[in-house]
């Protein structure tokens, strides 16, 4: 349960410490006193929204403060291990907003994470206002109203969870469809482009080769003419180098018999005729290899005609074309990846559908069930709420529900079923929609109702009505106080009201007010002794000016 709540720098509170108390908490006082704003502020622990236009004006950060006390739900305790936040029977709840707009929020201590916090907020505090009266308005809620009745909610959950997986792989198999479409609609191109690259048979190096002959084969008259003029002269022709040359080495070679000195250079004209004579041989031999071949010349300009192509077509170098072939041969064998991935992909959608159509079928005959329930519970406690004689029904929408939305495009994330909440508060009227003939006074009943129904099933431990006197007044306040007091033997109950009849059955009250201080209104809450809770129970009863009738008349209230 609640224990305390502290609020600091909030609109127009300065700074409040509330202690509650367990069973029926009344706060009361004039309009405008701020009673909405602690419920607001009590809204930013639940994850509420929060924006810096909350934080009161010259202040640069506003905080909201809340300790829990052993709370006893099985689902919190799940929540607080699935997200790490340590808990030893007591839980402490901070929240601060900054001008700048930051939040920072703990839990026992731990830094956590609006998202944590929302998670968090449906289990420690049920919060009923006329935002709340308004979705009972809409029929897209009832549904959910139903299934947490019947305790389906989880349920109902985990078919949507499917569902939502469901959708995802739909999404998968459009976008794998998609990228096959367009291989396919390139595939006859890659196996061509892969055909003419690998008919090019294109060997490693092989242009620069090519380029090498082609030089050769384009000026083979030229160098068969130096080739063979050198030749001649250095071995061939009368007076070639190589025959002066041997003739000085004779010479030489006498010399050298005349004076040893002369050797070295006899040794060294000696190696240059050994070498002349080598170059003259490999002259002549080069001129046999010379070709002189106009075909073949012709042929290596096709080949490199053929590999030049190939380069524009493909990439800058032939290195670059096969890459390229690689490429495309990947993208082949992908394609035959991705048919087999959609193959699977689409037999794991079927036996998704399957078990989304089994779950749906069942939660539905489930809901189906627990709607009669669902109708006597309610019809029993509006009856208690001064509304006699009111028929409450559950209308399935047969439509887009049962054998007909089994057609698998008619399931939605919660089933096959859409309901609608249908009322007759009169005898003889017919049954019509809820959002339609439903009067304020009585749609605080029926939420009264359905939260004290839903009470007994759920595991909230703390539960406030904010203003659940609108549109009541009289004996129907009276048994909606009493409803309140019979509620509160079981859940710590918040209760915001201007009525006497249901402030007069709480076992706390609090006074909400505000005072002039320093120049500035802040909002003030007290805690009223028995004789504080008279006077207030008279002036709800006869206004401003408390008359000794009034006090009387909330002594006998209060007794």
């Given amino acids: 349960m609640l224990v305390q709540l502290s609020i600091s720098d909030f609109a127009i509170i ?17 309009t405008g006193a701020g009673k909405s704003i602690i419920i607001n502020a009590m809204n930013l622990i639940l994850g509420g929204r929060a924006s810096s236009d909350l934080i009161r004006s010259g202040c640069k950060e506003a905080r909201v403060e809340a300790l829990f006390a052993s709370p006893k739900s099985r689902h919190l305790s799940n929540v607080l291990s699935e997200i790490g936040i340590p808990f030893d029977g007591e839980l402490l709840i901070k929240r601060s907003i ?12 731990s830094i956590a994470t609006l998202q944590m916090l929302s998670r968090m907020g449906p289990v420690l ?25 019947g305790g389906l909610s989880e349920e109902r959950r985990q078919l949507n969870g499917i569902f939502n997986r469901n959708e995802e792989m739909g999404k998968e198999i459009r976008l794998l469809e998609e990228e096959i479409r367009q291989v396919e609609q390139g595939q006859e191109l890659a196996r061509f482009q892969i ?16 380029m090498e002959e082609k030089r050769r084969l384009q000026h083979a008259g030229e160098l068969m003419e130096i080739v063979s003029e050198g030749y001649q002269c250095l071995y061939e022709t009368d007076g070639s180098v190589f025959s002066t040359v ?34 003259s041989f490999s002259l002549r031999d080069f001129q046999k290899r010379i070709p002189l071949d106009p075909r073949r010349l012709e042929e290596v300009v096709e080949r490199l005609d053929l590999l030049h192509k190939l380069k524009r077509k493909y990439g800058a170098t032939l290195d670059d074309v096969m890459q390229f072939k690689e490429m495309a041969c990947t993208r082949l064998i992908d394609l ?20 989304i159509q089994s779950r749906a079928r069942s939660l539905s005959e489930k809901r189906k069930k627990v709607a009669g329930e669902l109708e006597a519970a309610v019809e029993k406690e509006v009856d208690q709420l001064h509304m006699p004689e009111t028929r409450f029904r559950v209308k399935f929408h047969e439509e887009e529900s049962g054998k007909a939305a089994e057609r698998f495009g008619r399931i939605h994330g919660d089933g096959f079923d859409q309901v609608e909440f249908m009322i007759s508060p009169n005898v003889g009227e017919e049954l019509r929609p809820l959002s339609r003939i439903a009067s304020g006074g009585e749609l605080s009943r029926i939420m009264l109702g359905l939260k004290t129904i839903l009470a007994e099933t759920g595991s909230v431990e703390t539960l406030v ?15 909606v106080g009493e409803k309140l007091q019979s509620l509160a033997k079981y859940h710590q109950i918040l209760c915001i009201t201007h009525l ?4 007069s059955q709480g076992e706390t009250h609090f006074l909400v007010g505000k005072k002039v201080a320093g120049g500035r209104t802040e909002t003030v809450i007290t805690a009223l002794d028995p004789e504080g809770r008279v006077r207030e129970i008279a002036r709800l009863l006869g206004g401003r000016r408390i008359t000794p009738q009034a006090l009387a008349h909330a002594r006998e209230m209060l007794r």
């Fill in 14 to 30: 300065k700074h409040l410490e509330i202690s509650f108390g367990k069973g029926l908490n009344i706060l009361s006082g004039e």
């Fill in 98 to 109: 900054h001008l700048e707009g930051r939040n920072r929020i703990s839990i026992n201590g």
């Fill in 125 to 149: 505090v049920s919060i009923s206002g006329q935002h709340e009266h308004q979705l009972l308005l809409r029929p897209e809620t009832h549904l959910y109203l139903l299934d947490e009745f």
């Fill in 195 to 210: 055909q003419e690259i690998e008919q090019a048979g294109i060997s490693p190096g092989e242009e620069s080769s090519l």
């Fill in 246 to 279: 041997s003739q000085w080495e004779k010479r030489l070679d006498k010399g050298a018999e005349l004076d040893p000195t002369l050797e070295p250079m006899r040794d060294c004209i000696s190696d240059i005729r050994v070498k002349v004579e080598d170059v």
């Fill in 336 to 355: 035959a990846e991705r048919r087999k991935k959609l193959e699977e992909l689409e037999k794991r959608r079927q036996e998704v559908e399957r078990e």
């Fill in 465 to 479: 009505f904010d203003e659940v006197d609108s549109g009541i007044g009289g004996a129907a306040a009276e048994v």
């Fill in 500 to 503: 006497p009849q249901i402030a």
